[in-house]
């Protein structure tokens, strides 16, 4: 009668055990999947923010070499001169007949 008991116990004391050692191993993957997905996504956003960086300064560049006549247009994403410059105009092909 006490032989059962015992057995029951052991059986209890082993299944304990063993969620434990899962639990902690369990964890441990967890842990580890989320170190490397952190360490990937900050490695995107610090390329990201590099390449970002990269295209301020060459737009800041573009000012620079162009000078003063360009601004940014407010309404559009692309760079227009001022009404008052005056921008190189091609000559109508009409200009070119040999006639």
């Known amino acids: 009668m006490v032989l059962p008991l015992l057995l029951m116990l052991a059986g209890f004391a082993v299944t304990l055990v063993a969620y434990e050692v899962v639990g902690r191993i369990r964890e441990a993957e967890v842990r580890s999947h989320f170190t490397a ?27 620079a070499s162009v000078g003063d006549g360009v601004t940014p247009s407010s309404s559009c994403d692309h760079f227009t001169r001022p009404a008052t410059s005056r921008s190189p105009s091609i000559p109508h092909a009409s200009a070119y007949s040999t006639s």
């Open 37 to 63: 997905g952190a360490t990937d996504t900050t490695a995107s956003v610090e390329e990201r923010l590099r390449v970002h960086g990269e295209v301020l300064l060459s737009l800041q560049g573009l000012y």
